[in-house]
């Protein structure tokens, strides 16, 4: 043994990495100038030799082998580090050589990791997780793990037999964060990070910042490389950077991609690639304007439909690779449809892979089950008040955006990050500083990502599940509100529900659940929403809770979705809800899409495109759905007849519509209806027509007001009001008949001003002008 070289031995530090407790192995690993030469160690278990061979030259240094579990060093005659690799001969007779891991300088900075610290670094996972890179013209895979509490952190797969000791990551200073560059790996690598917590305690976990996951079961993560996607979607990006939501129609098509549709040849599930133009070409043809995934964020249960993550910023592999996601996301815009996901910032599972007690402590929870668990969901909350936990969530948001150009998140279980006592009986939660309920930590961060997320998003925009009457949820951040851009609307969802369920029979007791969304739609920017939750656990479907036989039940649901399209608010609806599915939906099985072979079912898919036809061909049903201006009652007081009377408006005349509901069986033959000028009314819509399931009870002839004083107006028209039905008219103005009698005795007085004209066609000057005009009237109605 070379007594110089054994001199140069730190025992103690070669007994920390023997026995995996090095937090900054390279300290001692890898190439380190000395007044002597080069001394390169390292430790590799199970080689049986290790040769240092120098690039560009024919010369390699044997190693020797300083410790027998597999510590190697050798002394190099040279003033600064050469390139060099490491020919490795193992005890099964393998060779291989590789480029030093430890050779290699941090990929991140001090500044990034304080920026970090403080909660605002937003694009951390550049840093963070497994990337393909080069460094130094060498190919390779940087790894990143926050993990503070963590005595030492390993990176470990196959290309190491699962084995701890061999790629013993750096601690970057007071950070918490662990790197180390691997040569030679490349994407598809499958990886976990081996954790040793104080007290000697070893584990696996998945990586929280992983781009790619295995396939369930499996809980490894996946080296993935997101470069190089050939997108193709500028335009549509331009747009919408430039587009107000506010004043464009929305209506979102809910779905779970896995129950969609069921491939035929035994397969599970479809790829995204393959889901793309299927999906694209019925959304087109139903007329929606964006879908709503339900979380494609890696999860290990088929049966949480993806609510409880376990790798945030991998789409699941159920359904195929990142890069098959791209192509989803951009196949989609490319069609026009914008794509928005469903996003659990709220709590997340006890999966031992997960980040429950990620580093050996109670890292991304509370450590207090008062305030870091939920009891009836057996799932973990995250502690918003911790600066590296906020980063990870609102870079996770920032994310999709900008990675897979999404172009909204739905926020899930807001009110469960609201409340402090969500979900808890007394004595199970702590109180804030002031003795409140409020998580104000979670305000905090409501405020913080929204705030981003509006300035960097380009258009993006973020919804919340919010289910209570917290103030100012779609309040601006600068006036003390959350910041959010729309709110699914509960309230008017649970009202709307139970009054449909309801008998007509018994409706008019329960008038002012149809009305009372009105008194606090401006309240907030609202989304209606008819969503997963109302299919599921015995709710029954759309279809299945409207009350009646078989027929009845159709005009029901028609009429629902006809009020829920004129009603203020962008709108949201569950796959399978537009053609009446019957079962409840199941993750399990694929949509019943044989029922479009039945006519009752065909019937309702019609109407609803011609519904969807009649919304966004209408603005003035999307056009002010948050401005007060845009809606007035005609008639909400006809509860023993089960109706309204409503209009809705933009700031032209022209496109103003009147809409009238009626939630009885009942036809009403000749019913006068007030309006809000004299003009004609045509009926444009109606849910009773024969091609939609209807008995045909339509307003075919335009409808010339008279004045005739009804609902508070001076004028009104007589219509047929169809039986569980909708009708929507359009509201032309026309001048009064006082007005044109003026005018048309102003004409005869000019007439018999004229030289040579007076007594001329007396006998036809003699006709009343009330003939004339009633005589013009009933030519204009022909």
């Not at 989609?332 to 449809?337: A, P, T, V, Y």
């Not at 509960?490 to 709307?496: A, K, R, T, V």
């Not at 209807?694 to 219509?719: A, H, L, Y």
């Amino acid at each position: 043994m070379n007594e110089k070289l054994y001199d140069m031995m730190d025992w103690a530090e070669i007994e920390a990495v023997v026995y995996s407790e090095k937090d900054n192995p390279h300290d001692i690993l890898g190439p380190h100038v000395t007044d002597e030469g080069v001394l390169i160690q390292t430790f590799i278990p199970t080689a049986k030799e290790v040769t240092v061979e120098i690039e560009g030259m024919k010369k390699s240094y044997p190693m020797e082998l300083e410790d027998e579990t597999g510590f190697f060093a050798v002394l190099i005659p040279k003033k600064k580090v050469p390139e060099y690799r490491l020919k490795v001969t193992f005890d099964d007779g393998s060779v291989k050589k590789c480029m030093d891991p430890y050779a290699f300088a941090p990929q991140i900075t001090e500044k990034e990791t304080k920026k970090f610290n403080a909660g605002i670094c937003y694009d951390i996972y550049e840093k963070l997780g497994a990337h393909p890179m080069t460094i130094n013209g060498v190919s390779g895979v940087y790894f990143a793990v926050w993990a503070p509490n963590a005595l030492r952190v390993s990176v470990v797969g196959d290309f190491v037999l699962w084995d701890g000791r061999r790629l013993p990551m750096r601690r970057l200073w007071d950070s918490g964060i662990f790197e180390l560059f691997v040569p030679g790996l490349s994407e598809g690598a499958v990886y976990k990070y081996e954790v040793k917590a104080k007290g000697g305690l070893t584990f696996l976990k998945a990586d929280p910042y992983a781009n790619a996951a295995e396939l369930r079961p499996a809980t490894a993560s996946v080296v993935a490389d997101l470069r190089g996607f050939d997108w193709n979607d500028e335009n549509w990006l331009k747009d919408r950077k430039e587009t107000d939501t506010k004043k464009k129609p929305m209506f979102i098509y809910e779905l779970h991609l896995g129950s969609w549709k069921k491939p035929e040849d035994g397969r599970r599930f479809y790829n995204y690639r393959e889901l793309a133009p299927m999906l694209a070409d019925y959304v087109k043809e139903m007329g929606y304007t964006h879908v709503e995934l339900m979380p494609i964020m890696e999860h290990p249960l088929d049966a949480s439909w993806g609510y409880q993550v376990t790798g945030y910023y991998a789409p699941t592999s159920r359904y195929g690779s990142p890069r098959d996601f791209m192509y989803f996301v951009n196949y989609m815009h490319e069609q026009g449809i914008g794509v928005i996901l469903d996003w659990v910032p709220a709590h997340f599972p006890r999966d031992i892979h997960g980040l429950s007690g990620f580093d050996g402590t109670c890292l991304y929870e509370h450590l207090d089950p008062r305030q870091g668990s939920h009891p009836h969901w057996g799932t973990l909350i995250y502690n918003y008040g911790r600066p590296e936990v906020k980063n990870f969530l609102i870079a996770n948001a920032l994310f999709w955006a900008k990675k897979y150009h999404v172009d909204g998140i739905r926020m899930d279980a807001v009110a469960s990050m609201l409340y402090l006592d969500y979900g808890k009986n007394a004595g199970e939660w702590i109180a804030n500083i002031y003795g409140g309920n409020e998580n104000l930590e979670a305000v905090e961060f409501f405020k913080h990502l929204n705030s981003i997320f509006r300035k960097q998003a380009d258009g993006a925009v973020l919804i919340a599940e919010e289910s209570t009457a917290w103030p100012k949820v779609t309040g601006a951040v600068e006036e003390d509100g959350l910041g959010f851009d729309y709110k699914w609307n509960m309230g008017w969802m649970n009202d709307f529900l139970g009054y449909m369920q309801l008998d007509p029979i018994f409706r008019g007791y329960h008038h002012g659940e149809l009305t009372f969304s009105m008194i606090y739609n401006y309240s907030e920017d609202f989304i209606l929403c008819l969503s997963h939750d109302e299919v599921v656990h015995g709710k029954g479907s759309m279809i299945g809770k409207m009350p009646g036989k078989r027929e009845m039940k159709f005009a029901n649901l028609r009429a629902a979705y006809g009020f829920m399209m004129t009603h203020p608010g962008k709108k949201l609806l569950f796959m399978g809800q537009d053609f009446a599915q019957f079962d409840e939906w199941s993750e399990e099985k694929g949509l019943e899409w044989e029922l479009l072979e039945y006519e009752d079912h065909q019937k309702m898919q019609n109407y609803m495109k011609a519904l969807m036809q009649l919304y966004k061909g209408s603005p003035a049903l999307y056009e002010m759905d948050f401005d007060s201006c845009g809606f007035e009652w005609v008639n909400c007081i006809s509860a023993n007849e089960n109706m309204l009377v409503f209009l809705r408006k933009t700031e032209k005349e022209e496109d103003m519509l009147l809409v009238v509901c009626n939630f009885s069986p009942l036809t009403y033959d000749d019913r006068k209806i007030g309006v809000p000028f004299h003009g004609k009314y045509k009926e444009i819509f109606n849910s009773d027509k024969p091609e939609f399931g209807g008995s045909g009870v339509t307003n075919p002839r335009v409808k010339t007001s008279k004045k005739e004083e009804c609902d508070d107006r001076p004028n009104s028209i007589r219509i047929k009001v169809p039986p569980m039905g909708i009708s929507v008219f359009s509201c032309t103005r026309v001048e009064e008949p006082a007005s044109q009698n003026a005018k048309a005795k102003a004409r005869q007085k000019k007439q018999a001003a004229k030289p040579g004209t007076a007594g001329k066609k007396a006998a036809g000057a003699k006709k009343s002008l009330k003939e004339e005009l009633e005589q013009k009237i009933a030519e204009e109605e022909k």
